[in-house]
């Protein structure tokens, strides 16, 4: 038996689904970051390295490209990804988080893959879901 789900509802459900899965990879980045340099009081600490990049996902959640197809690689997943970098490393500027070279390098790459790649899995079993 199958149930026709209304195009509105799908839309919800890739939405949830990405905002979620956006703030899990900031928050795990963050988490990752904090674990390597081993700080104290990690929940705190995490939230405080994570914030400026959450900023830079409401800054991407914001504009239609990324609402309209939250799901898609291109645009929404490239422009997720370059927000969350971009503003989240003003913040971080602008607050004094620190802005070493290292850091923008792995924080480029890291929050790109992660962005841009769990959206291409989603996709991947979505394919393969609709095909069995």
């Known amino acids: 038996m199958t149930t026709d789900i209304s195009p509105s ?3 919800a459900r890739a939405s949830i689904l990405a905002v979620v899965g956006d703030a899990a990879v900031v ?5 990752m970051g904090r674990g390597f340099h081993g ?7 995490v939230l405080a390295t994570a914030w400026p990049f959450g900023v830079g996902l409401i800054v991407a959640w914001a504009t239609p490209l990324v609402r309209r197809r939250p799901l898609a690689v291109w645009p929404a997943g490239l422009l997720v990804w370059l927000a969350a970098y971009a503003v989240g490393m003003l913040l ?5 988080q620190g802005l070493a070279g290292p850091f ?4 480029l790459t890291v929050l790109g893959v992660a962005l841009i790649g769990w959206r291409a899995v989603a996709l991947l079993i979505r394919r393969v879901v609709r095909r069995s």
């Open 104 to 107: 923008l390098v792995v924080a």
């Open 39 to 45: 700080e104290a009081n990690p929940v705190l600490g």
């Open 27 to 31: 928050l795990v980045f963050a988490a």
């Open 9 to 11: 509802v799908r839309r």
């Open 92 to 96: 971080r500027g602008l607050t004094g």
